[in-house]
């Protein structure tokens, strides 16, 4: 088993910056696929970008793709997401997951607030 914790989320006005961290216990993730989500209240759960376990191949939404960076230290257990030139519509709860090795995301965290004002 594993628990994903999710910290550095805030209120940050448009053009800002903030870096989330997840960090992992109970377990390794250096074999694993690693992701961020984000979800806006009466939305479904939309995909934000995602790592490979040696961190040589990233994916991104397109709405982030050359704004934010996922990144990883697996010797800390720790996922990065570096969100740059904020929009108000990058609002949402940002949720940390781990996928297993059928690359299905099966672990998540509790979620970071990241809340950007106009």
């Known amino acids: 088993q594993v628990q994903l914790v999710e910290s550095g989320g805030g209120l940050v006005q448009a053009g800002g910056s903030l870096m989330l961290s997840c960090a992992a216990s109970?377990?390794?993730?250096?074999?694993?696929?690693m992701g961020w989500f984000r979800q806006v209240p009466g939305k479904e759960r939309e995909f934000v970008a995602s790592?490979?376990?040696?961190?040589?191949?990233?994916n991104y939404a397109n709405s982030v793709k050359g704004r934010f960076t996922i990144s990883r230290d697996n010797a800390k257990k720790t996922v990065y997401l570096q969100m740059n030139s904020l929009k108000p519509e990058d609002t949402a709860l940002y949720y940390c997951a781990m996928a297993d090795l059928a690359l299905q995301w099966r672990y998540w965290g509790q979620g970071t607030q990241v809340t950007v004002s106009s």
């Open positions: 109970g377990r390794t993730i250096s074999s694993y696929r």
């Open positions: 790592i490979n376990w040696s961190g040589s191949s990233t």
